[in-house]
């Protein structure tokens, strides 16, 4: 499976569905949080609490091949949102909590079937 996929899991099977990466030491609690609404619904997250640039952060989700990467931020924060990037693809935009799991909830079924 290892050299099939060359690393890149399907999101299902994958150890870390989702990085968290708070852009500074402010929005840990708030990257926690999120983790947390992640974890009741059964999504596997890890929260990136390094005191990194983002961009940074954000390569070395890269190359840890984590499927999706949450970007949070003050603006995050005040309207309870994430900033989504897929790993190869980039920004997707900025997204509720509720949809985020929707979308990973919906990836999930239609690799399964």
């Not at 009741?40 to 954000?58: F, H, P, W, Y």
């Amino acid at each position: 499976m290892l050299e099939h996929t060359a690393g890149n899991f399907p999101l299902w099977l994958t150890p870390n569905q989702v990085a968290i990466l708070p852009i500074s030491e402010k929005y840990v609690d708030y990257a926690k949080k999120v983790a947390q609404v992640l974890d009741n619904s059964e999504i596997r997250a890890l929260v990136d609490e390094r005191n990194e640039k983002t961009g940074k952060k954000i390569r070395d989700a890269e190359l840890m091949k984590v499927p999706y990467m949450l970007i949070v931020g003050e603006k995050e924060e005040a309207d309870n949102l994430v900033s989504v990037r897929k790993h190869g693809q980039g920004d997707l935009g900025t997204f509720s909590i509720s949809d985020f799991v929707t979308l990973i909830a919906e990836e999930t079924k239609k690799q399964l079937e």
